[in-house]
């Protein structure tokens, strides 16, 4: 079990994916906003930010960087149709990100999610 961060604009895939994560035992936090998910990394722990890239206000790569000065133990999955933003070198993402492309099957984002947290 671990403690997921889920960062998400869209209402019905933040939802899908919580629910994905909860039944295969995860503890999900979600936000619908990067600065939101900024928030709740400031309040508490988390093992994997699972995060999109394009959302309002601040972005995923955005997040991903300020959550590794926060903890820079801390996994960080991008979930985007824009795999080649966050691949860009010129984004500065974090470097062992993992980057799963849209779409996806939420058992394969489980998958992910329990190699990622098992490494």
């Known amino acids: 079990m671990a403690a ?3 960062a998400e604009d869209d209402d019905s895939m933040r939802g899908f ?4 994560l909860e ?4 503890v999900v936090v ?8 900024l928030t709740e990394l400031q309040l508490r722990e988390f093992d994997l930010l ?3 890239i394009v959302m309002p206000v601040m972005d995923g790569i955005e997040l991903a960087r300020r959550a590794s000065e926060i903890d820079p133990e801390m996994k960080i999955m991008f979930i985007t149709g824009f795999a080649a933003v966050a691949l860009n070198p010129a984004n500065q993402a974090p470097q062992d990100a993992k980057v799963l492309s849209k779409p996806f099957h ?6 992910e999610v329990d190699r990622m ?3």
């Open 4 to 6: 997921i961060l889920l």
């Open 17 to 20: 994916l919580r629910k994905a």
């Open 23 to 26: 039944k295969a035992g995860h």
């Open 30 to 37: 979600d936000a619908s906003q990067g600065d939101e998910a």
């Open 50 to 52: 699972l995060t999109d």
């Open 106 to 111: 939420l058992k394969d984002l489980v998958s």
């Open 117 to 119: 947290i098992a490494a």
